[in-house]
């Protein structure tokens, strides 16, 4: 359609001037001192066209001569600049497919390049990068000396890999000083908290690792998975730092109770019997096994038991028989009403648990355990053979 259009307008224009050609007619008069030259009007509208046009050709081919260094200058720089935008292309396709070396080289290219522009800082952090991974640490140290020479916004690369390598080498003051810095430049970055959560993992504060944590997860960089193992991790270590009842107390309030009644059951229990509270351990195993069935609790709830009174034992006696009573055949159950009834002294219920828990499962603590009844009661032969057959289940479970 545009170019009907200008047929049309073209067309017209020649109407029109063939027009003007016909209608206005007459000569043209040139005086120059005492000559004066004479040429028709419509000769010298032509003549006039075509010099303009002659004028117009002649300005373009000495602009386009003066111009040709300046073109070929542009020329070869816009081809290294396309040079250098490919090797970064290159230079970070093999970095993310694992070839560090190859990266590292695609990257020194573009450093090498004069035209290489704003490319050259992504270079430099490419190719820092890729020399940490190829474990060439004088090459990186390099690259990383040109870029602290950069302004202090492009630095932060250079902070997380330092802190990196500081980590991996177990430099935890190091790695701390680097991971301030990059929080000056920006604070929420997701691999920050990342690395400081690692160093906080290393270093088992437990109360940093639940903060960074809980920032991942609120961030949807860390999964309900992942944050529930790490944040086990750290009530663990909470849990390991305890030296009293008080700091075990505050402790506790810190758990959640999905963990107390879970994951964390039997080794809270066997925090109380480490620290001596035997009576709170016995308390929290009757809490919590019925719930949870948890056979890592039977331990120690016979560890603490024995350190109580008679009647306090007894009481346990029975109340393990309740739970007995639900679930008849829990051989480890068994195992641990027998040894509450050794500690007892009542020989008879011990051999009768042992030995109805080792019909079910034949444990070589078990077999320990009925020797043992055997021995105080005197039975010498029926104790070597319950350890001749432990020692095999031993042989035969290290063979495999």
Not at 1 to 22: D, E, N, S, V
Not at 192 to 206: E, P, T
Not at 249 to 273: F, Q, S
Request: net charge positive; proline share 2%.
């Amino acid at each position: 359609m545009k170019q009907l259009i200008w047929i049309i307008f073209l067309f017209l224009c020649a109407i029109g001037l063939a027009l003007a050609a016909h209608t206005y007619t007459g000569n043209v008069y040139i005086v120059i001192e005492h000559y004066m030259l004479r040429i028709n009007l419509h000769f010298f509208a032509v003549a006039l066209a075509l010099a303009v046009f002659a004028l117009y050709i002649l300005i373009k081919i000495f602009s386009g001569v003066w111009g040709t260094p300046e073109k070929l200058s542009r020329f070869g720089s816009g081809r290294r600049s396309r040079q250098a935008a490919s090797e970064l292309n290159a230079a970070g396709l093999a970095f993310f497919e694992g070839k560090y070396q190859e990266a590292e080289q695609h990257a020194a290219k573009v450093l090498a390049n004069k035209e290489a522009g704003n490319t050259r800082v992504l270079a430099l952090m490419l190719a820092a990068h890729a020399a940490d991974q190829s474990s060439n640490i004088e090459q990186r140290d390099k690259y990383l000396a040109d870029i602290a020479r950069l302004p202090n916004k492009t630095q932060l690369s250079r902070y997380l890999l330092l802190a990196e390598s500081a980590l991996n080498q177990q430099n935890y003051e190091a790695a701390d000083n680097h991971l301030k810095a990059a929080a000056q430049i920006n604070p929420r970055l997701t691999r920050l908290a990342r690395l400081q959560l690692r160093m906080a993992l290393d270093k088992g504060d437990a109360l940093d690792i639940l903060d960074k944590t809980d920032k991942l997860h609120r961030a949807g960089a860390m999964s309900d998975k992942e944050a529930q193992q790490t944040a086990e991790t750290a009530y663990r270590n909470l849990l390991a730092m305890a030296n009293d009842a008080t700091g075990l107390k505050a402790c506790l309030k810190r758990i959640p109770d999905t963990l107390k009644n879970g994951a964390m059951d039997a080794a809270i229990a066997e925090k109380y019997v480490s620290l001596g509270l035997y009576s709170q351990a016995v308390a929290w195993v009757n809490k919590h096994y019925p719930i949870t069935r948890d056979s890592a609790l039977l331990t120690p709830f016979v560890n603490s038991v024995r350190y109580l009174d008679e009647h306090s034992q007894q009481k346990a006696i029975d109340t393990a028989d309740e739970w007995l009573k639900q679930n008849p055949k829990d051989a480890r159950l068994l195992r641990c009403l027998g040894e509450l009834a050794s500690n007892r002294e009542l020989w008879g219920k011990a051999q009768g648990y042992l030995e109805a828990s080792l019909a079910l499962e034949p444990a070589i603590q078990t077999r320990l355990a009925l020797a043992n009844v055997f021995d105080r009661a005197e039975r010498t032969d029926a104790a070597q053979e319950q350890r001749r057959l432990a020692l095999r289940e031993m042989q035969e479970n290290g063979e495999e």
